[in-house]
C-alpha cells in the first residue's frame, strides 16, 4: 500500500493523534516521529524510510532507529537501531554524516539534529551554583 493511501487512512483516526482547545496544529505521539506534529511528512508509520531518535537506557547517549526498505512487510524486523554515546559532538557529527553520506531523508537532517541536541543537553549532569555570600561586618 503506497504511503499516500496510508496517510488518508490514518489521517483522522489515528490513535497516536492529540488534539487540544486553544492549538493549531495537532500532536502525534508516533515513534519515530521527530518533531511530534500530525503531519504527512512527519509521520513515521507509512514512509518506507524512517529515522527515530530516542535517548539511551542507560541515560548517556541516543539510539539511532532507521527503517529498512526491504524488510517492510516484516514489521518486527524492519527497524535497525544504532547506540551513539561517544559524546556530544561526536554523536552529532556521526548522525549529520548518517543521513548526508547515505542519502537517508534529508528533509529529517534539522529536526534530527534538534531532538539529538536536546536529549544530549537533558544527559548532561547539572551543577549547582555556589551562592555568594557578603561577609559579615564586624561590630
Not at 534529508?106 to 536529549?119: F, I
Amino acid at each position: 500500500m503506497s504511503s499516500a493511501l496510508q496517510w488518508m487512512v490514518i489521517r483522522n483516526n489515528s490513535s497516536y493523534l492529540v488534539k487540544k482547545k486553544n492549538i493549531k496544529r495537532p500532536f502525534s505521539l508516533e515513534p519515530n516521529n521527530l518533531r511530534n506534529v500530525h503531519s504527512f511528512k512527519q509521520n513515521g508509520l507509512i514512509h518506507q524510510r524512517v529515522l527515530g531518535i530516542e535517548p539511551a537506557a542507560d541515560g548517556k547517549g541516543i539510539v539511532l532507529i532507521q527503517k529498512r526498505r526491504k524488510t517492510n512487510n516484516k514489521p518486527a524486523k524492519s527497524l535497525v537501531k544504532v547506540t551513539l554515546r561517544q559524546g556530544p559532538r561526536r554523536t552529532l557529527h556521526k548522525l549529520k554524516n548518517f543521513i548526508m553520506k547515505n542519502k537517508y531523508r534529508r528533509d529529517l537532517l534539522l529536526p534530527a539534529l534538534r531532538r539529538a541536541s536536546a536529549l544530549l543537553r537533558s544527559q548532561k549532569p547539572v551543577v549547582l551554583k555556589k551562592k555568594k555570600v557578603a561577609p559579615r561586618k564586624k561590630e
